[in-house]
């Protein structure tokens, strides 16, 4: 049963995780230990349902040996979190070896790269893109019958840029002939979200209602997330992002973003669903998110910043004024509630006095009004100094520890 299918055609999501695989231009390398793990946590976001909303591209075995065995070792050990699949050029020597990385793995898939534009067709294959395309089918005709249970995508390259009744037309050839799903890739990273929409609606009205379209969306021009929540508005269910957007050049839409606006809000979700939308057999777990977000930046490298979305160090942080006192006014869910992330009060140049307050007794200081204003007065110097806006606790902890016994001294002299 290829459960990837059976969800989209059902009207749930389903995410192709790119993260351990993020493309030919990458920058970053997963071990085979990690992949494992992160395959296994992600799953573990839609408990025992993993497989049905979870494709994870565990690696390009045709690289190196180790890549190979990598992709193996998460075929076999996340089976059951995951749908893993290999990635393979579309040939048959390729598909043959990433039919064998992942055999016997419970939802196991391949997906087969396939040139659809002019421009790719002649870098890729050295013809045009019919005949790029018309080979394709070849390779996915003996894929299919190599398969032996296990599920065929294919990846249709820089579809955007391509003939678009011609890929609609071998987007039908190949459903018919076996695959999966049809990845439609942009490539370059150009899409504005109008042509996503329409380039996804287009493609489905011509290759029949038994495709199952993916959308596989970069983010040169930042609009990554925009343009799958545009393919997703077009009845696309599957598609494909990566932690941290990892991916390469620029990356693609991050998996975490994508995840938590489709499940935090259910009205957000129907703006883009649909008003009868049911996108889960399992609602995710939105609270492993940040873990599994600080665990890929540990491996990768890849910082979270204060303005990362969803996962950064800004999240649940409140540094002054009214937010303060009511931070439900100021912020557009509840960290606490959804990711399962306390709220912090940072210590900035914009303190006020009653911020002030509540750093020195989350240090286990009380100060009274004048104190305050005394320590108020160095935050703001210090900041503007050092050209920092954040004080961190140490530093303030290690003033405030002066600044009360030089008090204290002050006033058993005066005794």
Known sequence: MDVVRESAQAGRVVFFEESARDGAQAKTLMGAGFRVRLARKQGAVFGTDGPRHVVFA??????????????????????????????????????????????????ARVMVIVAASEATARALVHADARTALAGGLEVVKEAVDLADGIAVDVCLVDAPRADHALVA?????????????????DTVGDLMPGQARALFRQVAAGAGP???????????????????????????RVAACSWLGMAERS??????QLLF???HDPAKAAQVLGPDCE????????????GIARMVSAETGVPLTVTTPVVGTGVASIST??????????????????????????????????VLRAVAERLGYTLDQELTRTALTWVKDRAYRRGQAVVADADFAAYLDG?????????????
């Open 169 to 185: 037309e071998y987007a039908g050839a190949l459903t018919a002939h076996g695959a999966g799903t049809i990845v439609l890739a």
């Open 279 to 290: 996108p889960w057999w399992t609602a995710p777990d939105l609270t492993r998110l940040p």
């Open 251 to 256: 990356g693609m839409v991050a998996t975490e």
């Open 321 to 354: 004024g009214t937010p303060f006192t009511h931070p439900q006014t100021f912020q557009p869910y509840d960290p606490q509630q959804h990711l399962g992330l306390a709220p912090t009060v940072v210590l900035t140049h914009l303190a006020s006095h009653r």
């Open 210 to 236: 038994d495709a199952v379209l993916v959308s596989h969306l970069h983010n040169d021009l930042g609009l990554g997330l925009a343009n799958t929540l545009a393919a997703l508005e077009s009845g696309v």
């Open 261 to 263: 606006l489709l499940a």
């Open 58 to 107: 565990a690696g390009f075995p045709s690289v190196c040996r180790q890549e190979f065995e990598a992709t193996r070792q998460v075929a076999l050990e996340a089976q059951g979190s995951v749908s893993p699949t290999a990635i393979c050029r579309g040939t048959v020597q390729d598909v043959r070896l990433a039919l064998s990385a992942v055999r016997d793995a419970a939802h």
């Open 403 to 415: 600044l009360t016994a030089q008090a204290a001294g002050t006033t058993s002299s005066a005794r």
